[in-house]
């Protein structure tokens, strides 16, 4: 390649002006109208065509620049001109030159003027917020997220939730718009990568009260996105995080393996609140397999309408014991404390007494209901029965439908459960039993599989599902859509139905529902318990981005051992058929060492306008009439 010329030189140097955009482009014409006006005032000058005034004196070179510039803003000057054909031929070349200059002026402010808009439609300023929670990234489960979150900040002014995703930013508004429509939660969304250092700038992370990652579910094209895949991307967003501000931020991250948990914790420390996702979703399938209502309680906990969980000081109660301080709120349950050093007590042993700096954990209708305001109840002894506590664990027979991705780690879990000797049997289509190996998984439990289709009314005559003391239905997702997956658990749940009604056999039956929509739908016929997978993981990410204190509260409660949420026989706590305050179930439950949340109605068991029965933190005061079949929710230890 030869050494350029002059000519090249000056493209080059042309294109690369003219590249810095807009505000180039307008310079370099204002020089070019520059030119032609000085040229134009030159050759008037020279041709000796200079017009003159009333007094004969000709115009200096100063006005004749003014009017030649004034010929080429304005194409319509040249018709009020007089003088010379040849002053009138110069007036004539700038005011065409004038035209080319004005119409490339407009072609760029027009282009301009668009790629404004496109970047004010993408999402691409700065937002200025204080207090705000920032979403990174989009999934299904963004619709209960926002809601969620437009619930819990109905009482603060100006709430505001920032989103930042790979998406376009006018399809996001109109899906967030749909979302918190009715509610006063501000939304600003902003378009650009979560990975991106320079795009996380964007959403001012520094003042923000929380930030939420989610884990991705598909590649740009679509296709599902594997769970290692996903952890992928959340451990490089909170990267990101870490490099544009820091780890101190109050931080809720979604993971899909269990694997990349220990990896998050190099990036961020143990202030950050990982959500694992997956082995939750098994725990709550086999806990609430072994209860039934139970989902109802955790959702009642988990969602911001009506009662939810609270951090509260309470200086009042200093010096007095825990039992004391259970019974001092009359409109709030207290399940825990957080000790001054930060250690979870959930809950303490019932005689330790409260020092200054303690925290309770407090089940309430809002923040401003937290209040110690015991009524002073007298409660008769005589209708409180506190029967010995009986073992719960036995040998079970469960049934799995559906060879689900997380069949692994839902017998895991189950096997954590109960006694030796036990028996699951699994029965799912061929392609998904053969991802997993059942060998090995459970020392508790004998598991067998069995391939099949659970849609298949024949096969499920077969099992004698009757017999099992629980079953559990899981999502099949390999190869379907959510939707595809949530019609067949539907088809599966209503030959179940069909033959408890013709056997008179009635089973225990908990499902795996991944749309909420499509549990509405399932639940109009019967009340059986449903795990809502997204929406209970958005549940869960909402509650903790508002209170960080409750991701070791979850994780205590959703992990086997220690002290869970169980529905045990009200017999067992106070007199039956007989008007009781509340009161006396909590006292009857501190006497089993248990620390009573609520009572679930068995008359009310298939009426979901009543929440199935479910009553979570009914006041102390409130009286009771608890009936065979009526159960008391209690924290307790098994």
């Known amino acids: 390649m030869g050494t350029p010329g002059l000519r090249q030189r000056a493209r080059y140097r042309f294109d690369n002006w003219m590249a810095r955009g807009v505000g180039a482009q307008i310079l370099l014409l204002a020089a070019a109208v ?7 005032a030159v050759a008037v000058i020279a041709f000796g065509v200079s017009p003159t005034d009333e007094n004969g004196q000709a115009d200096s070179f100063g ?3 003014w009017k030649s510039l004034m010929h080429a803003l304005d194409a319509g000057a040249v018709g009020g001109d007089a003088g010379s054909w040849t002053f009138l031929f110069v007036m004539l070349f700038v005011t065409i030159g004038g035209i080319f200059v004005l119409s490339a002026l407009i072609g760029i402010l027009n282009n301009g003027f668009g790629a404004l808009v496109e970047n004010l439609r993408r999402g691409r300023c700065v937002v200025f917020e204080e207090g705000q929670s ?3 990234g989009w999934s299904a489960k963004i619709d209960t997220l926002l809601t969620e979150l437009a619930t819990a900040n109905a009482n603060q002014r100006n709430a505001c939730v920032v989103i930042i995703a790979d998406r376009d930013k006018v399809a996001m508004d109109e899906h967030v718009g749909q979302a918190v429509a009715g509610t006063k939660l501000r939304v600003v969304t902003r378009s650009g990568s979560p990975t991106a250092m320079a795009d996380l700038g964007l959403v001012s992370l520094p003042t923000s009260k929380s930030v939420i990652i989610l884990a991705p579910e598909t590649h740009a094209d679509g296709s599902p996105m594997q769970p290692h895949e996903a952890d992928t991307v959340v451990l490089k967003v909170l990267l990101a995080i870490a490099k544009v501000a820091g780890t101190k931020l109050h931080m809720v991250a979604e993971l899909s393996d269990v694997k990349s948990e220990d990896v998050a914790r190099m990036v961020v420390g143990d202030s950050a609140a990982l959500v694992v996702a997956p082995p939750l979703i098994s725990r709550l399938l086999v806990q609430t397999g ?10 009642e906990l988990l969602d911001f309408e009506g009662v939810e969980m609270y951090v509260a000081k309470a200086p009042t109660l200093t010096g007095k014991t825990f039992r004391d301080a259970v019974l001092a709120y009359n409109d709030s349950s207290v399940l825990g404390m957080i000790a001054k050093d930060g250690e979870l007590l959930l809950p303490p042993q019932l005689d330790r007494k409260l020092i200054d700096g303690d925290q309770l954990l407090v089940i309430s209708e809002d923040d401003d209901t937290v209040v110690a305001n015991a009524k002073g109840i007298a409660v008769d002894p005589e209708i409180v029965i506190a029967a010995e506590r009986k073992p719960v664990r036995q040998k079970e027979r469960t049934l ?3 060879a689900s991705p997380r069949l692994a780690l839902v017998l895991t879990e189950l096997d954590a459960y109960v006694t030796a000797g036990s028996e699951t049997l699994v029965v799912g289509d061929a392609d998904g039993l053969g991802a997993v190996t059942l060998t090995g998984l459970t020392r508790n439990t004998t598991v067998t599989s069995r391939e099949g289709d659970p849609t298949d009314r024949a096969l499920l005559d077969s099992l004698d599902v009757g017999s099992y003391d629980a079953i559990l239905v899981l999502s099949e997702t390999v190869g379907r859509t959510q939707d595809m997956a949530d019609a067949r658990t539907m088809i599966t749940l209503l030959h179940l139905r069909d033959i408890a009604r013709k056997t008179g056999k009635s ?15 399932a639940a109009v016929a019967e009340a059986d318990d449903f795990i809502v997978s997204n929406t209970l993981i958005s549940l869960l990410i909402s509650q903790v981005s508002e209170n960080r204190h409750l991701a070791r509260v979850f994780e205590d409660l959703f992990t086997p ?7 045990k026989p009200a017999g067992e706590y106070v007199k039956l058929d007989t008007d009781v305050p509340y009161q006396a179930v909590v006292e009857a439950g501190l006497k089993r060492g248990e620390i009573a949340l609520g009572v679930r109605r068995a008359s009310q068991a298939r009426d979901p306008e009543t929440a199935f029965g479910v009553v979570v933190n009914p006041a102390k005061d409130r009286k009771v009439k608890l009936t065979s079949g009526d159960r008391v929710i209690v924290l307790a230890d098994d």
């Open 34 to 40: 520059g030119v032609l006006v000085v040229i134009t």
């Open 400 to 402: 799995v439908l559906g």
């Open 134 to 136: 920032v979403i990174l």
């Open 561 to 567: 051992g220690g002290h869970e949420i169980y529905l």
């Open 507 to 521: 089973v225990p039956i908990t499902s795996e529902i991944l749309d909420i929509a499509n549990r509405d739908l």
């Open 63 to 65: 006005k004749l620049v």
């Open 290 to 299: 072994r209860q039934s209502g139970l989902s109802m309680v955790y959702s």
